[in-house]
Antibody
Framework: EVQLLESGGGLVQPGGSLRLSCAASGITFSTYGMSWVRQAPGKGLEWVAHIYSGGSRTDYADSVKGRFTISRDNPKSTLYLQMSDLKAEDTAVYYC??????????????WGQGVLVTVSS | EIVLTQSPATLSLSPGERATLSCRASQSVSSSLAWYQQKPGQAPRLLISDASNRATGIPARFSGSASGSDFTLTISSLEPEDFAVYYCQQRSNWPRTFIFGPGTRVDI
C-alpha cells in the first residue's frame, strides 16, 4: 500500500521560510514524478511544483517561482518543498502527490493527508 | 495557457439520481484528463484518468467521457457517499504545468 506522509507545516511569519517533507513508502520512489499541490482554506486545488523521477527536472507555478524549491532524495524516498519569502496567500494545506505512471503521465493516483502552513504575523 | 472550466459550480441532487459534471478546456488538449473526488477534511482521490479509465477500486457508477475539449464525469446513480467536490485536471507541455479546474460541488 502506498503511503505518503507530509510533515514540517506550521505557523510562520510573512517573509519567513519553512521546509515541508513527504516520506513515501510502499513504492519504488525513484520511479515516479512527484508534485506538491496546495489548497487554501475553502478554496480549490492549486498545483505548486513538480519534480521528475530522477530529480534533475523541476517545474513551478508562477505564483511560487523563485520562492519555492522542490527536491527529492530518492535513497531516502523523501520529497521536499523549501518555501521562502512566504506570503499570507501561501496559507494552505499542502499535499504531496504521486504521478500515476511514467514521467509524462498526467494524473496523481496517491496523495498524502496534507500539512497545514499558516503565514501570519 | 490552458484554463479548465467546470460546470455547474454546484449540483443539487438526491441519492439515486444521475449526476453529469462538465469540464471544458480553453484550448485543444490531449485526452489525458483526470477527475478527482474530495470530501471535507480529506485529500483528493483519483477517480478517472485519461478521460475514461476508472482508477483502481472506483465503482462502476463513475464514468468519464471526452469530446474534443469537452469532458464529462457521470455518476449513474448517486450514493450518499458521493456527495463531495469534484475536480478535473490536465497537464500542459508548454508551459510545463498541471492545471486544476475550479471544482463542482455535488450537494444533497
Amino acid at each position: 500500500e502506498v503511503q505518503l506522509l507530509e510533515s514540517g507545516g506550521g505557523l510562520v511569519q510573512p517573509g519567513g521560510s519553512l521546509r515541508l517533507s513527504c516520506a513515501a513508502s510502499g513504492i519504488t520512489f525513484s520511479t515516479y514524478g512527484m508534485s506538491w499541490v496546495r489548497q487554501a482554506p475553502g478554496k480549490g486545488l492549486e498545483w505548486v511544483a513538480h519534480i521528475y523521477s530522477g530529480g534533475s527536472r523541476t517545474d513551478y507555478a508562477d505564483s511560487v517561482k523563485g520562492r519555492f524549491t522542490i527536491s527529492r532524495d530518492n535513497p531516502k524516498s523523501t520529497l521536499y518543498l523549501q518555501m521562502s519569502d512566504l506570503k499570507a496567500e501561501d496559507t494552505a494545506v499542502y499535499y504531496c502527490a504521486k504521478l500515476e505512471g511514467h514521467d509524462s503521465s498526467t494524473s496523481f493516483d496517491s496523495w498524502g493527508q496534507g500539512v497545514l502552513v499558516t503565514v501570519s504575523s | 495557457e490552458i484554463v479548465l472550466t467546470q460546470s455547474p459550480a454546484t449540483l443539487s441532487l438526491s441519492p439515486g439520481e444521475r449526476a453529469t459534471l462538465s469540464c471544458r478546456a480553453s484550448q485543444s488538449v490531449s485526452s489525458s484528463l483526470a477527475w478527482y473526488q474530495q470530501k471535507p477534511g480529506q485529500a483528493p482521490r483519483l477517480l478517472i484518468s485519461d478521460a475514461s479509465n476508472r482508477a483502481t477500486g472506483i465503482p462502476a457508477r463513475f464514468s468519464g467521457s471526452a469530446s474534443g475539449s469537452d469532458f464529462t464525469l457521470t455518476i449513474s446513480s448517486l450514493e450518499p457517499e458521493d456527495f463531495a467536490v469534484y475536480y478535473c485536471q490536465q497537464r500542459s507541455n508548454w508551459p510545463r504545468t498541471f492545471i486544476f479546474g475550479p471544482g463542482t460541488r455535488v450537494d444533497i
